[in-house]
Every structure is written in structure tokens, then in C-alpha cells.
């Protein structure tokens, strides 16, 4: 019993840390599959998002998706290519998917990046952070607008 209640405030207290880490992440209203309203004032930057996607150290946007880019050769075939991505969904539908794919599919494998709370497995150094900032999801959502034809 005593373990129960060890276990139990253990629980309450990484929840409270949690929501309190949260609480400097931009607050944002899904409608219906979107999240219409961007998340900074300043406009995204498709350069700078383009940077966030291809590098597979900061968005690691390419270890799961193929990209309509020359450059890296090597790109991931578990979610679906993102050629066209920009004419088939509008930004507040990517920008959801970026935020909380989860939101989409609960059974997505692909991460949420600017969530903390509710996930599993994260490694310490990152636990409370989201993996974008909001500016940086607003970028990557402007990159993703540009991807309007077919695979190159």
C-alpha cells in the first residue's frame, strides 16, 4: 500500500512538472482537423523549413517521409511521401499534423512535435520540451505549403 502511494505522488508530481513545462508552449484551438491559427506572428519560412525537414538531426522529417528533393538520397518510406502535401491539405490541416499527428491517428507512429505532456519513452534530456518550437512549426508548415506537384 505504502509503494501504491509512493507510486501514486511520484505520478502527481512528474504530471505537475509536466503541465508546469507546458505552460510555455503556444496555446492553440483544433477545428475539426486543423489547427487554423498560426502559432507565432512572424510568417513561416519556407527556407528555414526546409532546413528543419531535410536535417535529420532537428525535424528528422526524412527518416520517415520521401521529400520531392534532390538532396539527402536516402529518405523513409514508414509515412507517406509529402510530394503535393501543399496543394492536398491547407496550412491549418499541416500544421495540426506537425503539432499532434496523434490528433489525426491515434496510431500514428510519427511524433508529436510540439506536445509534452502524455508521451511515453522520452528521453530525459527532452522530457517537457516539444521537439520543434513554434516558430520552427510555423516554417516547417510554410516549406510543406511549397509542395504542390509530384515527386521530382
Known amino acids: 500500500m505504502k509503494a501504491l502511494a509512493l507510486l501514486l505522488s ?4 512528474a504530471s505537475l512538472a509536466n ?3 507546458a505552460e510555455g508552449l503556444v496555446k492553440y484551438t483544433i477545428e475539426g482537423d486543423a489547427i487554423r491559427a498560426p502559432l507565432v506572428r512572424e510568417p ?3 527556407a528555414r523549413g526546409r532546413k528543419i525537414v ?3 538531426s ?3 522529417c526524412v527518416l520517415c517521409h520521401a521529400f520531392p528533393e534532390p538532396e539527402p538520397r536516402f529518405m523513409g518510406d514508414i509515412g507517406p511521401p509529402l510530394a503535393g502535401v501543399g496543394a492536398r491539405l491547407s496550412a491549418g490541416q499541416l500544421r495540426l499534423r506537425v503539432v ?3 490528433r489525426i491517428d491515434p496510431k500514428t507512429p510519427m511524433p508529436a512535435y510540439y ?3 502524455g508521451l511515453y519513452d522520452v528521453a530525459g534530456p527532452y522530457r517537457g520540451k516539444p521537439i520543434l518550437d513554434a516558430q520552427q512549426v510555423e516554417d516547417v508548415v510554410a ?3 511549397t509542395l504542390r506537384g509530384a515527386q521530382r
Do not use: M
Not at 511520484?10 to 508530481?13: D, E, S
Open 115 to 117: 506536445r509534452t505532456e
Open 58 to 60: 532537428v525535424g528528422g
Open 100 to 102: 499532434d499527428s496523434s
Open 44 to 46: 513561416g519560412d519556407a
Open 54 to 56: 531535410l536535417d535529420r
Open 19 to 21: 503541465a508546469a513545462q
Open 10 to 13: 511520484g505520478a502527481l508530481v
Open 143 to 145: 516549406y510543406l505549403r
